[in-house]
C-alpha cells in the first residue's frame, strides 16, 4: 500500500485543565488552511460549548475511529482529527485506519452557545492524556472550548513542542471523496428514539468473526429496527455491526437515531449512522465491509477521467468561501456552468479534500484538508491503468463493441443507455456496483479524447 507522511507540529500538547469558571478544553492545531492562506497554528475558536459531556464524548468517538482498524491487519495509523471553521459551526473528521468508516462531529450554532467560529481547516492534537482526562469528564459544568491559540499570533516560538509523523495511506485519502460520493444520494431510511437507539446499539453483536464480520440488513419495525437475515424491501445494510462500537461514547447524550441509506433495492451498499446530541450530531458512515474501504468504490473516476471535469472544478474553487451549505444551483449560476457540470466538479475537490457533504443538510460544505490535493488523482490504481491503456493505443474504438488489449486479452466494452460494461472478470464480479473496471475507462478517456479530436478545427489556436 502507497504512503505518503503526515507530519503535524503543534506548539504544545492539548489539554483539559480545571479552573474556578470550570473546566477549560485547549485543541491545539497544526498547520492549516485559511482564507488568509497557509498559517503552521490557526485559531478558529474561543467560547463555552452548551454541553460539556456530549463535547467531550463526541471527540472521544471521533479519535477512537481515527485509532481503529475493522478489517484485523495489524498497523494502526493514526492520524489526529480533521477541524474545519465555517463561520456557524466546527466540523471534526476521521477515518478508520482500515479506510472503510468515516466518523464526523458536527458542532451545530446552538452547541457553540451561539458563538460564530473562524474560517479554515487543521488537524488538532488529540493525545492520550487528553483521552483519558475527556473519559473521566463527569457531569455538564460549563466547558471552555478553544481551538487553536489565538495568542500564538504575536508569540515568538523557538520551536515546536510537540511534532508528530503519521504514515498516510493513499486510500485513506481517497476514502474522503468516495464516502462523499457514496453518501449524495442518501435518505432517511428510520429514526429511533433515544431509548430506542440505545436497546437497539447495546444489542450489536461486538465480535469480530462468524455473523458479526458479515454484512446484515435491518428493517424499520415501529419505533426500533429489527435485523433481517436478507435484503427485503426497506431494509437498510449494515455492513460489518461492530464498526458501529465509537457510538457508545455518546448514548448516555443522545436524543434519537438516524440511519441513512440510498433509496430503491440495492445490493450490499455503504449507510450512515447519525447520533443527535444536544446541539451537535455524531455520523459514522459505514463502507460496505470491513475489508472493502471506501478508496476503492469508484464513485468518482468517471469525474477524474475528464479534462472538463478539472477545469470545472478550478472555477467553482475560485467561488468557496468555507460556507457550511454549498447549493450547486448558486454555483450554477455564478459560473454558468450546467448544474451536472458542477456536480462532477464538486466530485473532483472532493478528490482534493475540498469539498464534503453533509447527509443531515443534504448540502456540500468547504474545506481544505492539508495534504496533496493532487496525489488522489495522480495515483488513482484505476484511472493510472486506463490512462496506461489509452496512452499505448490498447483501446479500439473502429466498431461497437469497443475493444480493448489488456493482459494478452481483448475485452469488449458495450454502451447501454449511456452506461458502459465489460467484459472482463473484475466487472463480472461487481456489475458497475464499484464504478467502472480500467477497460470501461479506457473506453470512456478515449470517446472523450476523440470527440475533442473533432471539435478543434485544424490550425486552431494557430
Not at 308 to 317: K, M, N, P, V, W
Amino acid at each position: 500500500m502507497t504512503r505518503s507522511v503526515q507530519a503535524l507540529a503543534y506548539a504544545r500538547a492539548s489539554a483539559l485543565v480545571s479552573s474556578q469558571g470550570g473546566r477549560r478544553l485547549g485543541l491545539e492545531s497544526a498547520g492549516g488552511t485559511t482564507p488568509q492562506g497557509a498559517k503552521a497554528h490557526p485559531h478558529f475558536f474561543s467560547g463555552f460549548v452548551t454541553s460539556a459531556q456530549a463535547t467531550a464524548r463526541g471527540l472521544l468517538a471521533v479519535a477512537d475511529v481515527a485509532a481503529a482498524r475493522y478489517d484485523e491487519r495489524t498497523g494502526r495509523p493514526v492520524l489526529d482529527p480533521v477541524v474545519t471553521g465555517n463561520g456557524d459551526r466546527l466540523r471534526f473528521e476521521s477515518f478508520s485506519g482500515c479506510g472503510g468508516v468515516y466518523a464526523r462531529l458536527d458542532v451545530l450554532p446552538e452547541g457553540l452557545d451561539g458563538a460564530g467560529t473562524g474560517h479554515g481547516t487543521t488537524n488538532v492534537d488529540v493525545n492520550n492524556p487528553l483521552r483519558e482526562a475527556l473519559s473521566r469528564l463527569a457531569g455538564d459544568d460549563p466547558l471552555h472550548l478553544r481551538v487553536g491559540d489565538g495568542e500564538l499570533a504575536v508569540t515568538t516560538l523557538a520551536g515546536s513542542v510537540v511534532e508528530k509523523k503519521v504514515p498516510l495511506p493513499d486510500r485513506w485519502l481517497r476514502g474522503f471523496a468516495e464516502a462523499q460520493v457514496a453518501t449524495v444520494g442518501f435518505d432517511v431510511r428510520a429514526e429511533l428514539t433515544a431509548a430506542e437507539a440505545v436497546r437497539f446499539l447495546r444489542a450489536l453483536p461486538r465480535s469480530s468473526g462468524g455473523e458479526a464480520a458479515r454484512a446484515t440488513w435491518v428493517v424499520p419495525a415501529g419505533r426500533t429496527l429489527r435485523p433481517a437475515t436478507r435484503q427485503v424491501p426497506g431494509a437498510v445494510c449494515l455492513p460489518v455491526p461492530r464498526r458501529l462500537v465509537a457510538l457508545q461514547r455518546v448514548l448516555r447524550q443522545a436524543k434519537a437515531l438516524r440511519v441513512y441509506g440510498p433509496s430503491g433495492e440495492a445490493a450490499t451498499t455503504a449507510s450512515a449512522w447519525e447520533i443527535v446530541l444536544p446541539g451537535m450530531r455524531l455520523t459514522l458512515t459505514l463502507s460496505p465491509g470491513s475489508s472493502r474501504g471506501f478508496s476503492g468504490e469508484g464513485g468518482v473516476l468517471e469525474a477524474l477521467a475528464t479534462e472538463e471535469a478539472a477545469q470545472d472544478a478550478a472555477l467553482i474553487a475560485v467561488l468557496l468561501a468555507w460556507e457550511p451549505r454549498i447549493d450547486p444551483a448558486d454555483l450554477a449560476a455564478q459560473s454558468g456552468l450546467p448544474a451536472e457540470r458542477v456536480r462532477a466538479a464538486l466530485t473532483r475537490l472532493g478528490t482534493a479534500g475540498r469539498v464534503g457533504y453533509d447527509i443531515a443538510d443534504a448540502a456540500y460544505f468547504h474545506r481544505e484538508l492539508p495534504y496533496d490535493a493532487d496525489r488522489a488523482v495522480r495515483d488513482n490504481p484505476r484511472l493510472t491503468a486506463a490512462r496506461s491503456l489509452v496512452s499505448s493505443g490498447a483501446v479500439d474504438l473502429s466498431g461497437e463493441p469497443a475493444g480493448v488489449a489488456s493482459g494478452g486479452r481483448r475485452y469488449q466494452v458495450r454502451k447501454v443507455d449511456g452506461q458502459l460494461s465489460c467484459t472482463c472478470r473484475w466487472w463480472a464480479g461487481h456489475q458497475g456496483r464499484r464504478g467502472p473496471c480500467k477497460h470501461a475507462l479506457a473506453v470512456r478517456i478515449a470517446e472523450r479524447a476523440m470527440c475533442g479530436a473533432t471539435a478543434t478545427p485544424e490550425g486552431a489556436g494557430l
